[in-house]
C-alpha cells in the first residue's frame, strides 16, 4: 500500500496509513520514501499513556512497518520520524569543585517559553537540579561549581526547545574557555502520527458532560436544549445542563465546574452555549505579533483544568499599544499563567454567537441553526464526504503540516488535497477543512473574510484555521466564530501542532482538542501547552454518527420480557440491548455479544416498569485501521410482574433462601408434580444446575452461576411458573 501524494505535503510531515489484519493480529504502517532519511524510529504508547516505547529503528529507504505486537481489539499511538525525538539530551564530564559557564542563545531573541511555545533548559549532577531556565531573550547562563567528588562529575544538559529548534544554540566551557560539550544546529523534525487498531471496541457510556447556558438563550432555546439533553443521552452521554445567571463572572462559572465535578465522577466533557463570561491569561503572541498582540488572551480551557494552580499577582503588562483586553495586570481578573500549570482535565467547547453584527440573523437564531445542524450531524441526516481541503496562504510557513498529519490517517493520501475555501465548501461537501494566511480579526488572506462568510453556506464539519489576530475570538464578527456561524460544527485556531488524528478511530473532536492543549513539545507537538487554544463548538461530535433503530418495542410474555427492533441502516455488528428501571440512572447492557437478528428475549427482566435502550453496533475502516461504532438508541417501555405464566393464574411458587446463596429450595404450592426446572440469565441462556429431591414435592437446585440476578423457570403438569432469584457467591 505505497503512498503517492507527496507533491502537495509539506517537507516536515511523514504522512502515515495504517491497513490492519485479525488473523494473525497485524497492524501495518504505510508512508511515502523519505528522501535523504538516515534513518526511521518507529515508536508507539497506549492512549494517553505520555511516554513513547522504541519499537523499531529502519533503514531511512523504508516505507512500511508491520507491528505483530498486537490483538484484535487493540489500538495504538504511533510516532514515525526520521530525525531523533525531543528533548535534546547531552551528556558532559567536568571536574569536581571547578567553576563552569552554561550558555544557551536565541538566534529570535525570545528564549524558550512562553510567547510561542512552553520550553526549557535544565542542567542535573549528582543526582539533582544544578540549574535552569525558560524565559529568557537572546541569552541565559549559568555559572557554578561542579559537585562531587573524584575526577569526574557527569552533568546531563536537556533543552526542549519552543517552535523554534534551529534557533537554539548552546554551549558548556570550563574556567579556561575550554567547550565542555555544545549544541545546535538542530534540523526541523519530519514525523508523523497515527492511531491505529484492529476492531477497536466501543464504548457503552460516555460519561457526563455539563452543559452551561447562558441566561438569555436558555428560555428562547430551550426546545433545541432539550433535544440536544436527549440526543445525548441516546448515545451513552448523561447530560447536566445548568443556566449561568446574567452578571456571572469568570470564578463564578468555574466554581459551577468544579462544584459539578466533585460531585459527578465521571465527569468528561464541558460545553459553553452563549456569551458566558471569557477568561484571559498570560503574556503571549502565538500569532508572533509583537508588541502589538503581546498580551492576555482568552483562554476557555482555564475551565476544563480542574486542579491547576491559576494566579493573578505577577504578571504586569499594560503597553498603550496594547488593546484593552489583552492588558494584564495584577488583580485584574486576568490571570498570570501563559502555558498550562496543569492537563485539562475536561473536553470543551464553545458555542458563542453572540456579536456577530455582520450576519443578519439574532444571535438566538444563529444558535439554534447550530444546534439544529449539531442535531442533523448526529442523527445522520447531514453528511459529509470524507475527505479534507487545505487552503494555505502561507507559502514561507509550515502551518498546513498539521492537517496532512491529522487527515491523512483519517481519509488516505488521495482524500487530502488543496484548493480554495469558499469554492469548495460551497458547493460540495468536506469532513475537514484547513484555511490559513495573514489575517485580522474578521478575515484571513486567500481564504475569506466576515462579510464573505455570510453570504456563503459553508458544507463542512470542521475546520482548523489561522492567520493573525482572529485566534483572539472575543471581538465583535471575529471570523473564527464566524466559521462556525456559516456551516461549521467545529473550529480550532492554532499555529500550534494540533492533532486530530485520533478521530479515524471515532473519539470526539473535543477529545482530539484536549489532547492538543497538553501537549508539550517534546512529544513532537510544536507551540504547546499555551492557554489559548478553545474549540468553538460542540466537543462530543465525532465524524461517525450512525443512524439509530427506527423504533424498538418491549412486551411482557410467558418467559420474561420480548424484545423487537426494526432493522438499523448501519450494523454490521448487530445491535447491543441496555435496559434500567424506568426513568432511573444510566442503561446497563445485557448483551454480551451483539444480536445478529431483531429481537431478544430477556429471560430474566427487572421487576415493574422498566426501559430498554436497543444501540445498532457497526465496523468502520478508516485509513488508520478498523473499530467498532455504537449508534444512538431508541428505547422502548414495559411493565413486568413476577407470577404465574399459564393460562389459570391460579397457582404459585415459592422459592427459599432469597437471596440464594448458590443453593436454594423451590416448592409448588399445588400437588402439580416438577417436570423441569431451569435458570435463566439475561440473554435467555440456560445455566448449568442440579437438582436434588426434597421432602414433600420439595427440590434442591444447586449452581455455580456468579452472582447476579436470574430467573427460575419451572414447568410442571399444571403449566410454567417464572420467579426471579438473586444468586449470592
Not at 490 to 509: K, S, Y
Not at 556 to 571: K, L, N, Y
Not at 614 to 621: K, Q
Not at 657 to 679: D, Q
Request: with cysteine; aromatic share 8%.
Amino acid at each position: 500500500m505505497a503512498l503517492s501524494l507527496q507533491a502537495q505535503v509539506p517537507q516536515q510531515v511523514i504522512p502515515l496509513t495504517a491497513s490492519v489484519q485479525a488473523t494473525p493480529a497485524r497492524i501495518t504502517l504505510h508512508w511515502p520514501l523519505q528522501a535523504d532519511a538516515p534513518f526511521i524510529h518507529v515508536y508507539r504508547q497506549a492512549l494517553g499513556e505520555g511516554t513513547w516505547h522504541p519499537v523499531a529503528q529502519l533503514a531511512g529507504t523504508s516505507t512500511s512497518y508491520s507491528d505483530l505486537d498486537v490483538a484484535v481489539g487493540d489500538a495504538w499511538d504511533y510516532l514515525v520520524t526520521s530525525t531523533d525525538l525531543f528533548p535534546i539530551v547531552a551528556t558532559a564530564c567536568a571536574v569536581p569543585g571547578t567553576f563552569v559557564t552554561f550558555n544557551i542563545y536565541d538566534v529570535s531573541e525570545d528564549g524558550l517559553c512562553c510567547i510561542y511555545a512552553d520550553g526549557s533548559w535544565r542542567i542535573d549532577g549528582c543526582g539533582g537540579l544544578v540549574a535552569s531556565g525558560a524565559t529568557y531573550g537572546a541569552q541565559d547562563q549559568a555559572y557554578f561549581q561542579v559537585c562531587g567528588t573524584g575526577d569526574c562529575t557527569p552533568l546531563t544538559i536537556t533543552v526542549t526547545p519552543d517552535e523554534f529548534a534551529p534557533d537554539i544554540f548552546w554551549e558548556l566551557v570550563d574556567g579556561n574557555g575550554g567547550t565542555l560539550a555544545s549544541g545546535g544546529n538542530y534540523t526541523d523534525r519530519r514525523f508523523g502520527r497515527i492511531y491505529a487498531g484492529i476492531e477497536a471496541p466501543a464504548e457503552d457510556q460516555s460519561g457526563s458532560i455539563l452543559v452551561l447556558v447562558a441566561e438569555p438563550l436558555a428560555q428562547p432555546l430551550g426546545l433545541e436544549l432539550d433535544r440536544l439533553r436527549n440526543d445525548l443521552f441516546l448515545e451513552g452521554w448523561n447530560a447536566i445542563v445548568t443556566t449561568v445567571p446574567g452578571g456571572s463572572s469568570v470564578p463564578d462559572v468555574k466554581a459551577l465546574v468544579t462544584s459539578t465535578a466533585a460531585a459527578t465522577p465521571d465527569l468528561k466533557a464541558l460545553l459553553l452555549v452563549g456569551h458566558l463570561p471569557v477568561p484571559y491569561s498570560g503574556v503571549i503572541a502565538p500569532d508572533g505579533h509583537i508588541p502589538d498582540h503581546l498580551g492576555a488572551w482568552p483562554a476557555d480551557l482555564f475551565y476544563a483544568d480542574l486542579d491547576g494552580s491559576w494566579t493573578d499577582n505577577t504578571v504586569d503588562i499594560t503597553d498603550i499599544a496594547l488593546p484593552v483586553r489583552n492588558q494584564n495586570e495584577p488583580g485584574d481578573g486576568k490571570y498570570d499563567q501563559s502555558a498550562l500549570p496543569s492537563d485539562v482535565d475536561l473536553m470543551l467547547g464553545r458555542i458563542d454567537l453572540s456579536s456577530l453584527p455582520a450576519f443578519a440573523q439574532s444571535e438566538v437564531e444563529l444558535t439554534r441553526a447550530y444546534l439544529d445542524r449539531d442535531h442533523a450531524f448526529r442523527t445522520a441526516q447531514l453528511t459529509f464526504e470524507q475527505r479534507a481541503l487545505v487552503d494555505e496562504n502561507f507559502p514561507e510557513y509550515d502551518h498546513e503540516s498539521a492537517i496532512y498529519r491529522s487527515c491523512t490517517p483519517m481519509f488516505g493520501p488521495d482524500n487530502v488535497t488543496p484548493g480554495d475555501l469558499l469554492t469548495e465548501l460551497g458547493s460540495g461537501s468536506w469532513m475537514w477543512a484547513v484555511g490559513a494566511g495573514p489575517g485580522s480579526p474578521t478575515s484571513a488572506n486567500g481564504v475569506g473574510t466576515t462579510a464573505q462568510l455570510t453570504a456563503t453556506t459553508l458544507h463542512g464539519a470542521f475546520a482548523h484555521l489561522f492567520g493573525s489576530y482572529f485566534g483572539d475570538w472575543d471581538f465583535p464578527d471575529n471570523f473564527l466564530r464566524a466559521g462556525v456561524a456559516a456551516g461549521f460544527l467545529g473550529t480550532v485556531w492554532g499555529q500550534q501542532e494540533l492533532m486530530f488524528h485520533h478521530m479515524a478511530l471515532g473519539l470526539p473532536i473535543g477529545d482530539a482538542v484536549r489532547r492538543s492543549q497538553n501537549a508539550s513539545y517534546g512529544t513532537n507537538a510544536r507551540r504547546g501547552r499555551l492557554v489559548n487554544i478553545d474549540l468553538m463548538g460542540d466537543p462530543t461530535l465525532t465524524m461517525y454518527p450512525v443512524a439509530s433503530v427506527p423504533a424498538v418495542s418491549a412486551d411482557s410474555v410467558a418467559e420474561g420480557v420480548q424484545v423487537a427492533w426494526d432493522a438499523a441502516p448501519a450494523a454490521a455488528l448487530g445491535y447491543h440491548v441496555y435496559r434500567r428501571p424506568a426513568g432511573a440512572g444510566a442503561f446497563q447492557r445485557i448483551t454480551d455479544a451483539p444480536v445478529a437478528g431483531l429481537g431478544l428475549l430477556d429471560a430474566a427482566p427487572l421487576v415493574g416498569e422498566a426501559e430498554y435502550l436497543v444501540r445498532p453496533l457497526d465496523l468502520i475502516t478508516t485509513a488508520s485501521g478498523n473499530f467498532q461504532r455504537l449508534g444512538r438508541g431508541a428505547i422502548a417501555e414495559v411493565s413486568f410482574h413476577l407470577g404465574i405464566a399459564d393460562a389459570g393464574g391460579n397457582a404459585a411458587l415459592q422459592v427459599f433462601p432469597v437471596p440464594a446463596p448458590g443453593s436454594f429450595t423451590i416448592r409448588p404450592l399445588t400437588n402439580a408434580p416438577i417436570r423441569s426446572v431451569e435458570l435463566l440469565d439475561a440473554s435467555g441462556r440456560a445455566l448449568p444446575l442440579t437438582v436434588s429431591p426434597g421432602t414433600a414435592g420439595d427440590r434442591t437446585v444447586t449452581t455455580s452461576a456468579r452472582t447476579g440476578h436470574y430467573q427460575l423457570r419451572v414447568t410442571t403438569t399444571n403449566g410454567v411458573y417464572r420467579r426471579g432469584v438473586v444468586i449470592v457467591q
